[in-house]
T-cell receptor
Framework: AQKITQTQPGMFVQEKEAVTLDCTYDTSDPSYGLFWYKQPSSGEMIFLIYQGSYDQQNATEGRYSLNFQKARKSANLVISASQLGDSAMYFCAMREGIIVQGAQKLVFGQGTRLTINP | NAGVMQNPRHLVRRRGQEARLRCSPMKGHSHVYWYRQLPEEGLKFMVYLQKENIIDESGMPKERFSAEFPKEGPSILRIQQVVRGDSAAYFC??????????????FGPGTRLTVL
């Protein structure tokens, strides 16, 4: 079974609109972390936002927020007031288990290609 | 504070040659991870290292691939006798010694390996 599922291969959004990128995950471990990364056409991986499984509130970082619904095992990324520079691939990732000696491996979804239209 | 450094950014090898990819973690980071990304796919974990130790190599192919993170110098991912299927982007990430909640991995710009 897929650990991380991103069901939207591609999305097209008008500039200044809000956009939600879907991510569902599968784990039986009570302790885990969820991450979103952005990969522009230049290829680098840019960390956007993190949500821990025990965090009581949804994470926010500027225009990015994470809609964390634990019972549904979903961790959707919301980008408010989209900009042309938001056009990129977006990856959801999960780390399972208790941190013992630093972070453990990340499992990535297949990604969503977001295109912002002017 | 410099980010994660990887070199070379692009590497071309012929089948049968060796490829050496280097990664210098962020200052203060002692944990290094290597991931591979095939075209139009997500990243796949390969190996997790700390200084002079391989912690988790569950994602490494059993043959031709090796990784090290010596006491001094960068981490090296080495691919011997490359084949066309090794063509991919190889990303290195680093994280600090466990600081509690986040332990975010910060990625380098990647090395694009092309095998002719």
């Amino acid at each position: 079974a897929q650990k991380i599922t991103q069901t939207q291969p591609g999305m097209f959004v008008q500039e200044k609109e809000a956009v939600t990128l879907d991510c569902t995950y599968d784990t039986s471990d009570p302790s885990y972390g969820l991450f979103w990364y952005k990969q522009p056409s230049s290829g680098e991986m840019i960390f956007l936002i993190y949500q821990g499984s025990y965090d009581q509130q949804n994470a926010t970082e500027g225009r990015y927020s994470l809609n964390f619904q634990k019972a549904r095992k979903s961790a959707n990324l919301v980008i408010s007031a989209s900009q042309l520079g938001d056009s990129a691939m977006y990856f959801c990732a999960m780390r399972e288990g208790i941190i013992v000696q630093g972070a453990q491996k990340l499992v990535f979804g297949q990604g969503t290609r977001l295109t912002i239209n002017p | 504070n410099a980010g994660v450094m990887q070199n070379p950014r692009h590497l071309v090898r012929r089948r049968g040659q060796e490829a050496r990819l280097r990664c210098s973690p962020m200052k203060g980071h002692s944990h290094v991870y290597w991931y591979r990304q095939l075209p139009e796919e997500g990243l796949k974990f390969m190996v997790y290292l700390q200084k002079e130790n391989i912690i988790d190599e569950s994602g490494m192919p059993k043959e031709r691939f090796s990784a090290e993170f010596p006491k001094e110098g960068p981490s090296i991912l080495r691919i011997q006798q490359v084949v066309r299927g090794d063509s991919a982007a190889y990303f290195c990430a680093s994280s600090p010694p466990s600081s509690g909640s986040t332990d975010t991995q910060y990625f380098g710009p990647g090395t694009r390996l092309t095998v002719l």
